[in-house]
């Protein structure tokens, strides 16, 4: 993990860290995790997810992250392909961009075990989409917030109890 955090190329404000710390802490217990990290473009809420992602997959979980245009799935997912190139963990995008055939291989994937984190629009929520071994909590982008979502079997549950403005607790 350190390693990876050291490849992050900007200094962490203290209110990012908080928030990552905070993630963190929401990760390691056994509960899945019902946090909202809030800020505007640019505050670093994308370096949260990928953190939080990366140790989630480096304990044998599956990572979807889930985001609301197609434009912004593949944006995510070359950062991530960047970020996460000199780790063995695989990432895959799922998105109407894909063809037919690449999205049935990348669901086949997933399902097998074989995607680590996959990044993916709707597509994410339809019918035919299993994870061999997914982490309870989901990861949702939106333009300017980044909210996790704890999943359940067959329904997925937004739970605000804890929010975060930059950062810090409101």
């Known amino acids: 993990y350190t390693s990876f955090v050291s490849a992050f190329p900007f200094e962490e404000t203290p209110d990012q860290e908080n928030a990552i710390n905070n993630v963190i802490d929401d990760l390691s217990t056994p509960q899945p995790m019902d946090r909202v990290v809030c800020g505007d473009v640019g505050f670093g809420k994308t370096e949260v997810a990928m953190r939080a992602a990366f ?35 695989r990432v895959e995008c799922l998105s109407r961009f894909n063809t037919r055939k690449k999205q049935d291989d990348i669901v086949a994937q997933i399902k097998n075990g074989k995607v680590d984190i996959v990044i993916g629009t709707h597509k994410l929520l339809q019918r035919g989409i299993e994870f061999n071994n997914p982490s309870p909590d989901f990861i949702q982008d939106l333009p300017f917030k980044l909210v996790f979502i704890r999943c359940v079997p067959n329904d997925i549950v937004i739970e605000e109890d804890r929010m975060f403005k930059c950062g810090k607790v409101r």
């Open 55 to 89: 140790i989630v997959a480096n304990s044998g979980k599956q990572v979807a992250i889930l985001v609301p245009t197609t434009l912004l799935a593949q944006q995510h997912y070359q950062n991530f392909k960047d970020r996460f190139a000199d780790w063995p963990i």
